[in-house]
Each structure stands twice: as C-alpha cells, then as structure tokens.
T-cell receptor, first 114, second 113 residues
Framework: GEDVEQSLFLSVREGDSSVINCTYT??????LYWYKQEPGAGLQLLTY?????DMKQDQRLTVLLNKKDKHLSLRIADTQTGDSAIYFC??????????????FGSGTQLTVLP | DTAVSQTPKYLVTQMGNDKSIKCEQN?????MYWYKQDSKKFLKIMFS???????INETVPNRFSPKSPDKAHLNLHINSLELGDSAVYFC????????????FGDGTRLSIL
C-alpha cells in the first residue's frame, strides 16, 4: 500500500541476522505489526509493538520503532532457511468510514541462502 | 483445530459465474474481515464486520456481497465473476478494535477462466 513502504527483496546467508525495514505514514497508529507469509499459506502474526514502545524482543525477533521518523524494523537473529518467506509490515490507519483498519506494506521477500 | 478456516481452498470457475467463499473462526472474536491479495502480493481490505454489523466497506464492486449470519461466520458471495477477480482472498478475525491483532485463514485461491 502507498502508506506503508518496504523494500521488495532481501537475501541473507544462513546464520546471519536479517533486518527488514518499513516506513509508515500515520503518526496516530496505535499498533504496528509484522506478519509472515510462507508460500501458499495465509499471513501469520509474528509480533507487534504498541506505539508508545521503542523496542520489543521476542526470542530471535527484535522490533525497533522510531516514531519520529515513522520507521519500523524487524531483526531476525541467526536466520534459518525456514525463515524464508514474505514479511509484511502493517500499521493501523483511519479508514474511509472513520474506523481504524490495518494497512499493509507490499511485503519483503526474504531469501535465506545456505 | 484451525482457528480461522476458509472453504474452498481453491476455486476455478468461468467468467460470468456466481460463487461463494465461506469463513468460520473458533477464536470467539467479534470482528471479521475479508482481504484481497493480488498477484503482486499486495493486500487490501475489502470488508469488516463487527458482531454481524458492517463496519468497513472499501471501494469494492457491488458484485461482492459479504454476509455474516453470526459473529463466527463471514461469507463472501461474488456475482458475475470477471477476470480481474482472480486473486487470493483471505478471511481474518480479531477481538476488540479494528487495529487489534488479526488472525488469518489460509486463503482461497480464485482463478477465473
């Protein structure tokens, strides 16, 4: 979506760290999300961060939020081949009906090389 | 048990036909959604229902009609299918506000011949 931008592709070597970046536009977003989509499957909620937090860590995943720059990143430590997937960033935005809704980025295809 | 289940998983049909996709969630959530994912993986919300009431109705052709018989089900009926309707349709659900974490089904892959 035009409100949420991500780079389309990222390749890393197995065992390295991956950093997937996202920029968003709605400064009033309450939550920001990372979803993972494996081939032929639905979106799996990976993690999310409340807008008053700067960082959230969950095992190999670290989310960093820079509200000033409206920048969100997802770091995956010790990347494995099973991490190969499309990663979607999403922000909550005010929709046309004045209800909040999720707006997704275009997704980043992460390829983990052996 | 699958939390959000959609049927069918694959749907291949001819232009002009009418088809339905069903969605059920067993999470006890009060809000359900339909999304469309195009061939470039771009995901866009179509509809949202909260306790059987339509909350979000984005710019979608009126050939698409959602129906929510109860808060655990949200079905999508599509009339007069067109080539451009080919996509993956995802159902999702959440509890509370529309910006709360959403749980997705595995998608229905619709192909129009």
């Amino acid at each position: 979506g035009e409100d949420v931008e991500q780079s389309l592709f990222l390749s890393v070597r197995e065992g390295d760290s991956s950093v997937i970046n996202c920029t968003y536009t709605d400064s009033s977003s309450t939550y920001l999300y990372w979803y993972k989509q494996e081939p032929g499957a639905g979106l799996q909620l990976l993690t999310y961060i409340f807008s008053n937090m700067d960082m959230k860590q969950d095992q190999r995943l670290t989310v960093l939020l820079n509200k000033k720059d409206k920048h969100l990143s997802l770091r995956i430590a010790d990347t494995q081949t099973g991490d190969s997937a499309i990663y979607f960033c999403a922000e909550s935005t005010l929709g046309s009906g004045s209800a909040r809704q999720l707006t997704f980025g275009s997704g980043t295809q992460l390829t983990v090389l052996p | 048990d699958t939390a959000v289940s959609q049927t069918p998983k694959y749907l291949v049909t001819q232009m002009g036909n009418d088809k339905s996709i069903k969605c059920e969630q067993n999470l006890g959530h009060d809000t359900m959604y339909w999304y469309k994912q195009d061939s470039k993986k771009f995901l866009k919300i179509m509809f949202s229902y909260n306790n059987k009431e339509l909350i979000i109705n984005e710019t979608v052709p009126n050939r698409f009609s959602p129906k929510s018989p109860d808060k655990a089900h949200l079905n999508l009926h599509i009339n007069s299918l067109e080539l451009g309707d080919s996509a993956v349709y995802f159902c999702a659900s959440s509890q509370g506000g529309l910006d709360q974490p959403q749980h997705f089904g595995d998608g229905t892959r619709l192909s129009i011949l």
